[in-house]
């Protein structure tokens, strides 16, 4: 069954430099395994489009039940100089929780 990602995890965003931080964090434990199937780098990616233009990279701390995203030269070059809307990335995380994946 297809729901969006949010229906299992929360996040939290942020940025360093020109590199967004998505950290997905599962509801339950029993979703980590989940989590780690369906959000890989190349969907990250694809989910996103144009606005990423670097490689995204991603760690897995099974240990909290959750994931980490780089998305690298995602902001246009960063806070300081970045003439985005949202310079920070901070709404990244609540953008990629609409993402469809496939739930057991």
């Not at 939290?12 to 967004?20: F, L, N, P, Y």
Request: charged share 25%; aromatic share 6%.
């Amino acid at each position: 069954m297809r729901k969006p990602l949010g229906s299992i995890a929360h996040t939290r965003s942020g940025d360093k430099g020109d590199t967004a931080n998505i950290g997905v964090i599962a509801f339950r434990p029993e979703d980590f395994t989940t989590i780690v199937r369906e959000v890989t780098p190349e969907r990250v990616k694809q989910f996103f489009g144009d606005l990423v233009k670097g490689n995204v990279e991603r760690f897995e701390l099974p240990n909290l039940g959750a994931i980490n995203l780089l998305l690298h030269e995602s902001l246009g070059g960063g806070g300081t100089v970045s003439l985005r809307v949202d310079a920070q990335g901070k709404t990244y995380g609540a953008a990629l929780l609409r993402m469809e994946i496939e739930i057991d």
